[in-house]
């Protein structure tokens, strides 16, 4: 029988389920852990999620998603800093130890300037998130993205600015789709393990005729991720934590999501 011990999967994974389908069937399935969406909270108390899942034996691995830090002006940077403060909160009712950070970036400024901002912002919500127990994990994302979603856009962007801010609650998750590519990725995947800051580990696959540069990323083995060695370096840093599946995909969302589940179980078994 498979070990999916470590398995966890995105509530966005199966985004046409909700919270409340999606809970019983990852547990039947032998799924051990889940990470909630923001939007999957949406109108619920999220108090009563959390014994859902609890009943359900599933835990909460993370938050989804926190950041967003940059503008223009000073009064959009601080509701961004509010809505941050939100979720730090919803982690705390749902039972999240993690915020996942997609850090933001703003067109027309630097990308010194961006980075900046985004230093500013976390150390806004460090407090309540050390007071909380709660750990912020800043994501490196492709650098596609890096006009408007993230200025951090390598896993050395992020630990240097883990470095900057210099606190034991402030780390690095890993998503393979955002650092495939990148040649330092093993060093500063050591790197950051060896500061104990590895967070959390994302897969799927990125396919060479993606559709959608957002909505159209492949299952583990549909493209060309070696995520087996991937998932080794981050076993090597010291990672132990969840694999978290997290697939964007208005393809596989289209299908039957009972067969798009047991598809996820054979990936993970097969390519992780």
Excluded at 132 to 140: C, S, T
Aim: net charge negative; charged share 25%; glycine share 8%.
């Amino acid at each position: 029988m498979a070990d999916l011990s470590r398995l966890c999967i995105h509530t966005i994974t199966t985004r046409p389920w909700s919270i409340e389908l999606a809970v019983p069937y990852f547990a039947d399935a032998g799924v051990r852990g889940i990470s909630v969406w923001r939007d999957a909270l949406e109108g619920r108390n999220a108090d009563t999620m959390r014994h859902l899942i609890e009943r359900a034996g599933l835990s909460v691995t993370s938050l989804a998603r926190g950041g967003f830090f940059t503008a223009a002006s000073a009064a959009d940077r601080l509701h961004a800093i509010e809505e941050n403060r939100r979720a730090l909160e919803e982690c705390e009712a749902v039972g999240a130890p993690l915020l996942v950070l997609v850090c933001g970036a703003t067109p027309g400024q630097t990308v010194a300037d961006n980075v900046d901002q985004i230093q500013e912002g976390i150390e806004a919500i460090l407090e309540p998130a050390e007071s909380a127990g709660i750990r912020l994990g800043i994501e490196p994302l492709h650098p596609m993205y890096a006009d408007t979603r993230s200025a951090i856009a390598t896993v050395k962007m992020a630990n240097d600015l883990c470095d900057r801010i210099d606190s034991s609650m402030v780390g690095v998750t890993i998503d393979v789709f955002h650092c495939w590519w990148d040649p330092d990725l093993q060093a500063e995947i050591t790197r950051a393990g060896a500061a104990g800051r590895l967070f959390s580990y994302h897969v799927c696959d990125w396919k060479t005729d993606m559709s959608d540069m957002l909505n159209d990323r492949g299952l583990m083995g549909e493209g060309i991720i070696d995520i087996r060695r991937i998932t080794s370096w981050m076993d090597d840093a010291g990672f132990d934590g969840a694999i978290e599946v997290e697939i964007f995909s208005t393809r596989w969302w289209a299908e039957d999501q009972v067969s798009f589940l047991n598809e996820i179980i054979d990936s993970y078994t097969r390519c992780v």
